[in-house]
Nanobody, 126 residues
Framework: VQLVESGGGSVQVGGSLTLSCEVS????????MGWFRQAPGKEREGVAA?????????YYADSVKGRFTISQANAKNTVYLQMNSLKPEDTAMYYC????????????????????RGQGTQVTVS
């Protein structure tokens, strides 16, 4: 199973970027997919998660609510993160993750629960 992120880059404050994450080698639909980020010297934090059951519930970190949107391509293990009104504090390496090892009640599952994780794509806002 391989997760490949794309869409990162450098953008000015207030700009937008859309990250993509494609999962290959995984035949079933992932129960939940998530985006995480890690800035230099900081801990990795959950940014957003989307559940494929229950109507596609989405969850966001407070720091990105109203600015970021997570979505999933129909019938595909591909997840997107639309990022608007970007701020310098959004600068980080962004990672996607798929398929958690145990069911959770909702929210953004911890990074450690995800079975599959990508290598990351850099987002720089200045």
């Amino acid at each position: 199973v391989q997760l490949v992120e794309s869409g990162g880059g450098s953008v000015q404050v207030g700009g937008s970027l859309t990250l993509s994450c494609e999962v290959s080698g995984y035949q079933q639909r992932s129960y939940v997919m998530g985006w995480f980020r890690q800035a230099p010297g900081k801990e990795r934090e959950g940014v957003a998660a989307i559940y494929t059951v229950g109507g596609g519930s989405t969850y966001y970190a407070d720091s990105v609510k109203g600015r970021f949107t997570i979505s999933q391509a129909n019938a595909k293990n591909t997840v997107y993160l639309q990022m608007n009104s970007l701020k310098p504090e959004d600068t980080a390496m962004y990672y996607c993750a798929a398929d958690i090892t145990q069911r959770v009640a909702g929210g953004i599952p911890p990074w450690t629960l995800f079975r599959y994780r990508g290598q990351g794509t850099q987002v720089t806002v200045s």
